[in-house]
């Protein structure tokens, strides 16, 4: 059994700053790409940001130079800091992480985190 945990969301106002957190717990060997996702009400979900086990970084445009991705190895942990938010980054944000499991890769998803900006 894998869990992810996230935590950080909340209301901000536009401008402001949130930083989300996501530990991965239970039965792990190795976790390869970790990400973060969102959803807004009536929208599909897409992803924000993702990052290897290598530390290599991919970012959505719409987030380019106002978010930062990282991770903690050692506590199978990802983070995602949102600077500069904006009334559009207003969503529920689900991490994702891509566990290696016998030879395959499956991936987990988290509950998900409100995150509100006000304008």
């Known amino acids: 059994q894998v869990q992810l945990v996230e935590s950080g969301g909340g209301l901000v106002q536009a401008g402001g700053s949130l930083r989300l957190s996501c530990a991965a717990s239970?039965?792990?060997?190795?976790?390869?790409?970790m990400g973060w996702y969102r959803q807004a009400p009536g929208k599909q979900r897409d992803l924000v940001a993702s990052i290897t086990s290598g530390g290599g970084t991919y970012y959505a445009d719409s987030v380019k130079g106002r978010f930062t991705i990282s991770r903690d190895n050692a506590k199978n942990t990802v983070y995602l800091q949102m600077n500069g938010l904006k009334p559009e980054d207003t969503a529920v944000y689900y991490c994702?992480?891509?566990?290696?499991?016998?030879?395959?890769?499956?991936?987990?998803w988290g509950q998900g985190t409100q995150v509100t900006v006000s304008s």
């Open positions: 239970g039965r792990i060997f190795s976790i390869n790409d």
């Open positions: 994702h992480a891509l566990l290696n499991r016998g030879g395959a890769k499956v991936g987990y």
